[in-house]
């Protein structure tokens, strides 16, 4: 039980030195803008017929436009 409470102070002080490390108003900001790519509007797709090319659709690692593993985004 000594154990116990003794990690659960320790947990405690930790948490609490985490916490007052950031209250001094200095903070990093980070952007997550860099290497995103972008396209405004719908990408056409085929219409899907029959019952094959609806399985395969369906499947991972199968998506059709954007999301393709070989989609061709050089143009973005």
Known sequence: ????????ALMCLCAAQRVS???????????????WLFHQGDIPMPEIKGHGPTYRNAKAGNAPGAAAKNYDDTSW
């Open 21 to 35: 490390a950031h209250t001094d108003g200095s903070r990093e900001v980070l952007s997550f803008d860099q290497g």
């Open 1 to 8: 039980m000594y154990r116990l409470i003794l990690a659960f």
